[in-house]
């Protein structure tokens, strides 16, 4: 009689030993229906690299951009004239290391992490040790993959762009989205007094988050009361720079997040408006357009205050790889309530 001999090999050691992975893969620019699901090489991990084993991608506006190759000065300075230089899409990342480099010394293979990279809408991807953070303990992969980008830019905004301080009243307009919900719970942290801007149906989770208060903008236009704000981060891009220094005090800080509300072609004309106003503005007040990116230090000070329960990602709904179009639709529809996530 034949004998069979068992293989014990796991699902996990076969994907470790194989040299090909699946990936998202975007070959020229357009809508969520260039986004492919193809089987690629798996990156080499050089000296300075941690290749990590992909558990979830979050997914942010921006890569909303890449994809559709809007606005077109991104296709100038180093995206990809005519097509994305990097094939693979996404940034938030959150997994295991599967490797590292010689000249790596902050992680080694078995570590839970998550930060940023170039084409997280993998099985495998490669990033940069400085990029990365060891995991919040107390988060899932897919709620980790959440934070990376979008708390970073919240963080930023609050503190390094408008200078933070207790007890001030700040303004979040766009408070339910996926910036917006980390500013929330951000300012709170930083013993603000915090009062959201969002739409009818999302006015219940804006308060549950921390929101001391909550302005419905379909029936109240802050604008036009009578309070006035510290600090305002705008999210939105719906309202005129004039219109949002009215509800500023006269020191106060106005910071535009992100380029929405631009042209095709260029899209940060709000922020390039500040810049340009901000020389002539009489009174104190000051008008700063932020530029933001994720790094290892502002993640681990993100950790820490998951860790400590003062800060927690709110995941809308999660996408497979393979339905990483689907998920990118469903962001660009921008319904929904937090942030949106890929499994691996």
């Known amino acids: 009689m034949a004998t069979t001999t068992l293989d014990h090999t796991t699902t996990t050691e076969l994907k470790a030993q194989a040299t090909t992975m699946q990936a998202i893969v975007q070959d020229r620019y357009g809508s969520a229906d260039v986004l492919q699901l193809q089987e690629v090489d798996k990156p080499e991990v050089g000296l300075d690299d941690v290749l990590v084993r992909v558990h979830a991608a979050g ?91 979008s708390a970073c830019t919240a963080l930023q905004a609050l503190r390094n762009a408008g200078g933070i301080q207790p007890g001030q009243k700040v303004l979040i307009i766009g408070a339910s989205g996926g910036v917006g919900m980390f500013a929330v719970q951000i300012a709170k942290s930083f013993d603000a007094e915090v009062t959201g801007v969002c739409s009818t149906a999302k006015v219940d989770m804006v308060r549950a988050i921390g929101a001391d208060h909550v302005i419905d903008y379909t ?48 899209g940060i004309g709000r922020p390039l408006q500040a810049l340009a106003m901000s020389p002539f503005v009489r009174d104190r007040t000051k008008l700063r357009p932020l530029a933001s990116k994720a790094n290892q230090a502002d993640l681990q000070f993100l950790k820490e205050l998951i860790e400590a329960g003062n800060v927690a990602p709110v995941v809308d709904r999660t996408y497979s790889l393979s339905e990483t179009a689907d998920a990118m639709r469903h962001l660009e529809q921008r319904q929904g309530r937090g942030k949106v996530v890929i499994t691996v």
């Open 219 to 266: 029936t109240e236009d802050f604008t036009r009361g009578g309070q006035r704000y510290d600090l305002i981060l705008d999210m939105g891009g719906n309202r005129s720079l004039s219109q949002l220094r009215r509800a500023l005090t006269p020191s106060g800080t106005l910071v535009l997040v992100g380029g929405e509300g631009g042209d095709r072609w260029i």
């Open 59 to 149: 997914l942010h506006i921006g890569d909303w951009h890449v994809m559709t190759g809007q606005p077109y000065l991104m296709r100038i300075i180093g995206f990809g004239f005519r097509a994305p230089k990097a094939r693979v899409r996404g940034i938030d990342v959150a997994g295991v290391v599967e490797a590292v480099g010689k000249n790596v010394k902050r992680f080694q293979a078995g570590d839970e992490v998550f930060g940023t990279c170039d084409g997280a809408f993998a099985e495998y991807a490669l990033a940069r040790e400085d990029m990365l953070a060891p995991k919040p303990a107390n988060l899932t992969f897919e709620r980790a993959a959440a934070v990376p980008t």
